[in-house]
């Protein structure tokens, strides 16, 4: 019989609630045992929500734990470094909401405490399993679009004013957009074609009115050596109905697709895993591929790919479980290191003006 994984789930935010919990819950391999709450509020308790479940005020309490298997940890990004150590020490296996670390430096440290206390660990990079990505990736490896000499990943909205809520994202000194949806976009195109040669960065902001410094707002151009043109670009200043995700060039057709993936507005919206149309976006929302011809160009709908979604991450993760096995890890915490490296060199290339070797 398969083992069951115990998992303790630091932090009970929009995180833990959207984007892991109805996760461990979705897949068979997982057991959500305890959740460390330290300031529970009236409308706002772990207790309430999952009665059955063991409700911790510290993180050492659920590190002396010793039925629990599995720490996720959905804190602060500046927290991650600290919490996800003491968990591989205690022996526990640890999943880090990405951004994995402010540092590349301590994002390299972890991966060998994590070989040290002969434990697995992997990072959060949940948009590898989007839908379009998938169908990005397929049309990529079957060649359907050539050599690709220009590959555009999106994440632009339009979010022109300031934000009021308090949280660490509206803290400069805790938040950028590089580390935030940057992680994403650098880790989908890392996964693709591996690091670039160089990269160009641009990073601040668009919005008026910024005087805390706040980084809302970035493009990234890498640079490969067969001459490809990765660029990467998350905007809060783009009024358009239909946001641009996708634009890939190659020699044989290019592909097109707007509008995010569905799973995480869903996901807000109370539909869960493995409930009907989830993960579904309607046809209208479909990327349209474009392929050369002698006669001409045509054009077509391209049905995404069938998946799983996010869960298809801890489905991946209890196979690594299984076998004890880091290579079987659905995200590799090494090439996470390597995108936190990117952020850096991006934000440094911006400082200085310049385009930077890797």
């Not at 668009?206 to 990467?232: C, K, P, W």
């Amino acid at each position: 019989m398969s083992k069951i994984y115990s998992v303790g789930i630091i932090g009970y935010g929009l995180s833990a609630k959207i984007f892991h919990i109805p996760f461990i819950t979705d897949t068979a391999r997982f057991k959500l045992d305890a959740v460390v709450q330290r300031t529970p509020k009236p409308q706002d308790d772990a207790s309430n929500d999952y009665p059955r479940t063991k409700i911790y005020r510290s993180t050492e309490e659920l590190f002396n734990d010793a039925d629990i298997d599995v720490v996720v940890i959905s804190t602060a990004p500046n927290s991650h470094f600290e919490l996800a150590s003491k968990a591989m020490r205690a022996g526990k296996h640890v999943l880090v909401e990405k951004p994995f670390t402010p540092t590349s430096d301590e994002a390299r440290e972890l991966v060998k405490v994590a070989e040290q206390n002969n434990v697995l660990l992997t990072v959060y990079q949940n948009r590898r399993y989007d839908r379009d990505f998938l169908t990005v990736r397929k049309l990529v490896s079957e060649g359907s679009l050539g050599r690709v000499a220009e590959f555009e990943t999106h994440f632009d909205r339009h979010r022109p004013d300031m934000p009021t809520a308090q949280s660490w994202k509206t803290d400069p000194a805790n938040y950028s957009a590089v580390f935030d949806l940057g992680t994403h976009l650098l880790d989908q195109a890392v996964y693709l074609y591996g690091l670039p040669k160089r990269i160009t960065g641009f990073v601040g902001s668009q919005r008026e009115g910024n005087t805390i410094g706040l980084e809302d707002s970035f493009t990234a151009l890498l640079h490969y050596e067969d001459g490809l043109m990765v660029t990467a670009k998350a905007g809060v200043v783009s009024p358009e109905t239909d946001q641009l995700r996708f634009w890939i060039r190659g020699t044989k057709g290019s592909f097109k697709k707007f509008h995010l993936d569905p799973q995480e507005d869903q996901l807000k919206n109370g539909l869960r895993p493995g409930q009907e149309n989830y993960g579904e976006e309607g046809e209208s929302k479909h990327g349209i591929l474009t392929t050369t011809s002698e006669g001409g160009m045509t054009t077509s709908k391209v049905k995404p790919v069938e998946s799983k979604g996010y869960t298809t991450f801890y489905d991946q993760f209890a196979k690594a479980l299984d076998a004890n096995d880091a290579k079987l890890l659905p995200v590799d915490p090494g090439v996470s290191a390597d995108v936190i490296r990117l952020c850096e060199l991006m934000r440094q290339s911006s400082q200085q003006g310049r385009t930077l070797d890797l």
